[in-house]
Structure formats: C-alpha cells, structure tokens
C-alpha cells in the first residue's frame, strides 16, 4: 500500500495542505493515521478520490496558473490578454468574441491553461564571476 502524507497529497493533487484537511474532515477523502499520530491517505483512495464524480473538472492541460488580468488589448477579432501568475507573465492571444464572453478586465482574476506542444529553452546566464565560452 502506497501512503501519502497530507502534504504530498496536496503537492499530487496542486492544491494546498489545509484544503486535503478539509476533504478529510468533511468526510470526502478517507485518510487512516499512521504509527506517529499523523494522517496518511491511501494511494487507491487518493486516485478513487481524483476520479469521482463532484471532484474538479480535469484536464489534459496540467498548467494552471491563477493570476490577474494586467492588461486586455482587443481590435475587432483578436484580443491580447496579460496575466501576472506569481512570478510569472502570461500573454495570450484570443478570440476578441471569447475575452468578452469571460468578461476579462484589467484587475480580474482568471486562470492560464496551459498546453503546449512546443516547450522553448533559453541558455540561462552564466553565474557572477564567470563569463560564457
């Protein structure tokens, strides 16, 4: 049997520590304790759970990162949308017809999903004190 503690349940699942707790304590996810006190959630629990009816849309697209409009530029057709996601700018190209349909505007928050078929890697600077060959 597969074990998780409540923090790698939550790290599997990309939610938080407090919000496994919840499911647990609301009697949505069956967790057992082990030999030192702490909840531990089956692994085959833990998949039934993900696969439920009522548990959060899934997706294929595994990126999802939540974060506020910064910046919404439209013409007639084609829209740009700016997202600050922590550390992170997204920029995304749309349909003007969808931002309006999402009502997207400076200051809202919406979630980038994120799929892509092309992942591009750029050469990181070389570190202080040291110059590239």
Not at 89 to 94: A, D, E, G, K, Q
């Given at each position: 049997m597969t074990a998780f503690r409540i923090g790698e349940a939550a790290e599997l699942l990309g939610v938080s520590a407090d919000?496994?707790?919840r499911w647990i304590d609301a009697g949505r996810l069956p967790a057992t304790r082990d030999e030192h006190g702490h909840r531990v959630l089956d692994g085959a629990d833990l998949a039934a759970f993900v696969r439920a009816p009522?548990?959060?849309e899934l997706s294929s697209a595994r990126n999802r990162l939540r974060g506020i409009v910064t910046a919404v530029v439209k013409d007639t057709?084609?829209?740009q949308v700016d997202i600050q996601a922590g550390p992170f700018?997204?920029?995304?190209?749309?349909s003007r017809e969808a931002v309006d349909d999402l009502d997207l505007q400076v200051g809202s928050v919406a979630v980038a999903v994120i799929k892509?078929?092309?992942v591009v890697v750029e050469r990181a600077p070389a570190p202080k004190g040291r110059t590239s060959p």
């Open positions: 919000t496994v707790r009522g548990h959060p057709v084609m829209a700018r997204i920029v995304s190209l749309m892509s078929t092309t």
